[in-house]
């Protein structure tokens, strides 16, 4: 297949974002990183109908969204968390995003739909209808996804006011 004209510069220019953004959905990294894999190979199957009048990253992130969506829902995620960290060989290429660790542990207790619905609504500043357009789902279920996760962050002392003025988003 011949790359399509625009897309590696759409790729250049926008596969950080989009990582840190899957980071946010699939709360890890390398999930992130795959996501916006993913992601990128059926944009590029989609090139033709997103370029150039398209909008080419909210489609991507519309797939990576839904990807995760879907993800949560399999029981078996192929890893098993443990006590311990393993040594880390390399820097963390995304260390300069703002309060990730500190918003990777709050997300961490979420349920990976109400970590998808939170990204969106909070990080991704979406609607609760065009959340639910891009899940396919309900008005009624994001609302209640979304709910239940702050009910959770609140019950775990997250959403302190401490935490929301010192600018913990982004």
């Given amino acids: ?7 590696r510069d759409f790729v250049a ?3 950080p974002a989009l990582v ?15 996501l916006a894999q993913v992601a990128l190979v059926k944009t590029l199957r989609a090139w033709r109908r997103l370029h150039p009048d398209g909008d080419a990253e909210a489609y991507t992130r ?4 839904r990807e995760a969506w879907r993800a949560g829902r399999r029981r078996w995620r192929g890893e098993v968390p443990t006590a311990e960290l393993p040594e880390v060989t ?3 290429p995304y260390r300069h995003v703002v309060h990730q660790d500190t918003v990777s542990r709050l997300l961490d ?7 998808v619905v939170l990204t969106l609504r909070y990080w991704a500043g979406l609607s ?3 959340i639910a ?9 994001v609302k209640s996804r979304a709910s239940r996760a702050l009910a959770t962050l609140r019950a775990a002392g997250a959403l302190t006011e401490t935490f929301l003025t010192n600018g913990a988003h982004r």
């Fill in 90 to 92: 390399a820097d963390d």
């Fill in 13 to 15: 220019a926008r596969y």
């Fill in 109 to 115: 207790v979420l349920p990976a739909q109400q970590r």
């Fill in 62 to 65: 519309r797939v990576m969204a």
């Fill in 20 to 34: 840190r953004f899957g980071t946010l959905l699939a709360d890890d990294a390398g999930h992130g990183e795959d």
């Fill in 128 to 130: 609760e209808a065009e």
């Fill in 133 to 141: 357009d891009q899940l396919g789902c309900s008005v009624g279920t």
């Fill in 1 to 7: 297949m011949r790359e399509p004209e625009g897309f």
